[in-house]
């Protein structure tokens, strides 16, 4: 029979390989931090993507070709863009922000595109954020990846069912709330800052599924997803309390 002693060292013994193996599974693999470079993931794996705001034509080469941010072919730096650089893990579920008091996406063409890779290169459709009279603050993007390698970016889109019925809300297109610019800081009361929810799709490097996207799809329907939608669109609570 072990002594006291002996089951103390080997209950450190457990816990520091059960340590190990946790901290090997949700190790990050990726040395890749451009959002201009390829790379593969895994779960737990941290990955650089961008958003590129621009006018919309600026998204588009010879008023036709989709490119990427990365081509310099758009040549992006000479047509009043701004880039914003994020570092998610893959497969989380994140809130990603983007604070709009010292940056007005309207000065800079109103729309945004999200994109990674060069070779492989990923892009999402252009999606319009603010003009001097509607700001949209809340978003939905999607990566898709297979096989761990980046397929396509998409904004994910409710039909205005949070907005419905609410006189303070534009719908635009049928698929975006938003509020007017006026109300946002500095002209108005409302911080306008965009939230933007980020999910995955497909498999990583080791054919494992990425499911963020499907449980974003079923929290939907629990009290959790509110809370969570609570911090996503605090925007909204704001503006009712003005009225």
């Not at 999402?124 to 980046?150: D, I």
């Not at 904004?155 to 109300?183: P, Y």
Request: a positive charge; aromatic letters at 12%; one cysteine or more.
């Amino acid at each position: 029979m072990a002594s006291i002693a002996e089951l103390k060292a080997l209950l450190v013994f457990l816990v520091t390989i059960a340590s190990t193996l946790f901290l090997v599974k949700s190790a990050n693999t990726n040395k890749v931090y451009s959002p201009c470079l390829d790379t593969t993931v895994q779960v737990s794996d941290a990955f650089t993507f961008a958003i590129a705001f621009s006018a919309t034509k600026s998204f588009y080469f010879n008023s036709s070709l989709e490119l990427s941010p990365c081509d310099r072919r758009l040549d992006l730096t000479s047509q009043n863009s701004q880039i914003s650089v994020f570092r998610p893990k893959v497969d989380e579920i994140s809130l990603l922000t983007i604070n709009t008091s010292s940056f007005s996406p309207s000065n800079y063409g109103g729309y945004m595109v999200a994109f990674a890779g060069r070779k492989y290169a990923a892009r999402s459709r252009p999606a319009f954020v603010a003009n001097g009279t509607y700001t949209v603050t809340s978003f939905t993007l999607v990566l898709e990846f297979k096989k761990g390698r980046l397929q396509n970016l998409y904004w994910k889109r409710d039909g205005c069912a949070k907005c419905s019925g609410n006189s303070n809300f534009v719908c635009l297109n049928n698929q975006d709330c938003a509020l007017r610019t006026t109300s946002c800081k500095p002209q108005g009361s409302v911080d306008c800052s965009l939230g933007i929810q980020l999910a995955f799709s497909g498999t990583d490097k080791h054919f494992s599924a990425l499911n963020s996207w499907y449980e974003v799809q079923n929290l939907r329907q629990y009290s959790l997803y509110g809370l969570y939608s609570n911090l996503r669109d605090s925007l909204t609570s704001q503006y009712n309390k003005i009225f």
